[in-house]
Antibody
Framework: EVQLVASGGGLVKPGGSLRLSCAASGFTFSDYSMDWVRQAPGKGLEWVASISKISTYIYYADSMKGRFIISRDNAKNSLYLHMNSLRPEDTATYYC??????????????WGQGSLVTVSS | SYVLTQPPSVSVAPGQTARLTCGGSDFVSKIVHWHQQKPGQAPVLVIYDDNDRPSGIPERFSGSNSGHSATLTISRVEVGDEADYYCLVWDTNSDQWVFGGGTKVTVL
């Protein structure tokens, strides 16, 4: 059974840092690109960042560039999101998402349950 | 940055057909995916590559892309289909994934 379990969320003050982790199981982690997607309370989905299978390609949403860093450790079947200079508007549930490749395109085929990050003084 | 436009809400009676649209500029080059999110749950993929359905998703869910906009069609709507639906594309100009704002489907 495919599982993506995000952890590391919590309450942090504005300007602070936090590292989210995502533990993957039930599939060969190193065969897939992975992403982080967030959702502010009562709002829509917002893509955060993407990392390819062996970290060759890394992409960020414009509003996250320079503050967030996505990384992975294939030996530990883990995905990470290092978040710096956090702002109240970064308050959201952060989802770990698996990315699948077809001959036509890429798409998100499996979502984890998410980890809540609250940025507040 | 690229923008995808979805109507905020759609209401449909049980047994009827719901059609959810998703539009943007230069749409002919875009491949669209759709995700369903029920309250308090993580999203679930319902359509990928414009019109393919993952295993486990009912045949009542179908997708299309005219080159001007994409449509998610839910036939014979059930109460359990009440959810937010998001379209998603990869924007090759910016190398970023882009979500639509989402459409809330209410089953009357």
């Amino acid at each position: 059974e495919v599982q993506l379990v995000a952890s590391g969320g919590g309450l942090v003050k504005p300007g602070g840092s936090l590292r989210l982790s995502c533990a993957a199981s039930g599939f060969t982690f190193s065969d897939y690109s992975m992403d982080w997607v967030r959702q502010a309370p009562g709002k829509g989905l917002e893509w955060v960042a993407s990392i390819s299978k062996i970290s060759t390609y890394i992409y960020y949403a414009d509003s996250m560039k320079g503050r967030f860093i996505i990384s992975r450790d294939n030996a530990k079947n883990s995905l990470y999101l290092h978040m710096n200079s956090l702002r109240p508007e970064d308050t959201a549930t952060y989802y770990c998402v698996r990315e699948r490749i077809t001959t036509k395109s890429y798409y998100f085929d499996f979502w984890g349950q998410g980890s809540l990050v609250t940025v507040s003084s | 940055s690229y923008v995808l436009t979805q109507p905020p809400s759609v209401s449909v009676a049980p047994g009827q057909t719901a059609r959810l649209t998703c539009g943007g500029s230069d749409f002919v080059s875009k491949i669209v995916h759709w995700h369903q999110q029920k309250p308090g749950q993580a999203p679930v993929l319902v359509i990928y590559d414009d019109n393919d359905r993952p295993s486990g998703i009912p045949e009542r869910f179908s997708g299309s892309n005219s080159g001007h906009s994409a449509t998610l069609t839910i036939s014979r709507v059930e109460v359990g289909d009440e959810a937010d639906y998001y379209c998603l594309v990869w924007d090759t100009n910016s190398d970023q994934w882009v979500f639509g704002g989402g459409t809330k489907v209410t089953v009357l």
